[in-house]
């Protein structure tokens, strides 16, 4: 199962592989089912109406573990502190969609 998160980030060591998506190929990486991490609810209100599920306000913490994937909604630029963006605040910032994957590390020895 794939975990959304709304910014790129490493939640531990390891080695990852992170891979740009369309919109159209992150709809079908959730088609199956996902876990939020979403931590902001307009975040997820966007992405509920980007990805066409509903995705829930969800701040758990995350380890992502090898062999797991990733969906990432990040922003192309920083918000401003205390501001909280909109549909039309996101769109026009512009963002882009990832897949980050946590690949296993190769052995020693």
């Known amino acids: 199962m794939i975990t959304i ?22 709809k079908s ?14 975040t997820a209100d966007i992405l509920s109406e980007l990805l066409e599920k509903e995705v829930k306000s969800n701040r758990i913490e995350y380890y992502q573990e090898e062999g797991e994937s990733a969906l990432i909604f990040k922003l192309n630029g920083r ?18 969609f990832g897949m980050l994957t946590r690949v296993p590390f190769p052995a020693f020895g």
């Open 79 to 96: 918000v401003p502190e205390g501001v909280i963006l909109d549909r039309a605040g996101m769109e026009k910032m512009g963002y882009q």
């Open 5 to 26: 998160l709304n910014t790129s980030i490493l939640t531990t060591f390891g080695q990852f592989q992170y891979t740009a998506l369309t919109l159209d190929e992150a």
């Open 29 to 42: 990486l959730v088609e199956e089912g996902f876990t939020s991490a979403v931590g902001h609810s307009s």
